[in-house]
């Protein structure tokens, strides 16, 4: 159970990793039609779907390294609970322990700064 909660932890922080990167590009976009398009934060590493955000409700989900923006669905119960639902995407937050640690080591805005690809942030996850 451990290895997959680290699992869909990692898969998760990779696509919050890919949004954090494609922000710059969509902020162009979003003051024209004030809406960011971002990918799915969920959990299964083949999901390639995308959803719609406004800037101001993308940064308050950052916010808090423990959530991510999924299409609705794709919610994993065992490792985190839908807190908030948007018209194209639901909000969830990690449980506590392992996902949730996961969560807090691959904050590309936290103190580790850079997400699941940093080597140093890999090595110090559980599991």
Known sequence: MEERERRIGL???????ANER???VNEAFATLT???RLVCECGHGTCAEQISMKP???EA???EP???AIVPGHEIPDVEEVISRGEEYAIVRKKEGIPRRVAEL???RGEGGDGPSNGSAS?????
């Not at 898969?11 to 990793?17: I, K, S």
């Not at 090595?123 to 599991?127: H, I, M, Q, T, V």
């Open 56 to 58: 101001g409700d993308y």
């Open 22 to 24: 494609i922000l710059e």
């Open 106 to 108: 691959t904050d590309p």
């Open 34 to 36: 004030d809406v960011l």
């Open 123 to 127: 090595r110090d996850l559980p599991g």
């Open 11 to 17: 898969n998760e922080a990779v696509f919050r990793e």
């Open 66 to 68: 423990a959530n991510f």
């Open 61 to 63: 989900l950052r916010a």
